[in-house]
């Protein structure tokens, strides 16, 4: 039940608690006001904090980084100091990998005169020696061969002067052409020798690019 008094909306409750608001607005107001500010500073506080934990977690990935990359700087450095104790070795390889990459032309053209000279002596007649063997290469651009009046394509020449009982060599000869490498060969001097009643006759040999060596070559015939 509300009686009506005074000014219109000025409403009376029977009954009700009387209430009575003796502070000034200005008073209310003011207390508004601080409630407004601490909500604002609770704000404030929670942006700091997180800020604060933003910070942290981004010095902590910094300095862990940095730790690691401490760590793979040491190890690193410890890596190179033990590569270094090898530096010798790596010097050794990479002078035998040199070597064998200029091996095939070092040694191109290369015949291997003592095995040749030692299946030369397999070819004399019974009671026949070698007394004197030269031998020389034609070219000294090897991969060319070089061809002359009534000779085959050669690249060598041997010279072989023998000690023989007869003066009749024609079974040598034929003996010569089973050398690898064998061209042709023409007999030289014959010279008896009174002291001895034997001969001393010689023998230029041609051969070929098949009596070289090819140690290096790969693929190679055996």
Known sequence: MSIVLGKKGDMLALGAIPRAHLLPLEVKAYQKAQGGRRLLITGLVGMIAVVILAVGTAT???VNTNAKLSAEQARTASLMAEQS???SVVTVQNQVSD??????IAAT???LWQPYAASLQGTLPADTKITAFTAQLDDTKIATAVSGPLQGTHIATVTITADSPKASISDWLDNLAKLPGFVDATPG???LVPAS??????????????AMANR???GKKK
Do not use: M
Request: charged share 10%; proline share 3%.
């Open 60 to 62: 902590f990935g910094l």
């Open 85 to 87: 104790k090898y530096v």
């Open 99 to 104: 070597l064998a990459s200029v091996q095939p």
């Open 109 to 111: 053209g290369e015949i």
């Open 189 to 191: 001097s014959v010279v």
């Open 197 to 210: 009643s034997r001969y001393t006759v010689s023998v230029a040999l041609h051969v070929n690019a098949d």
């Open 216 to 218: 290096f070559v790969v």
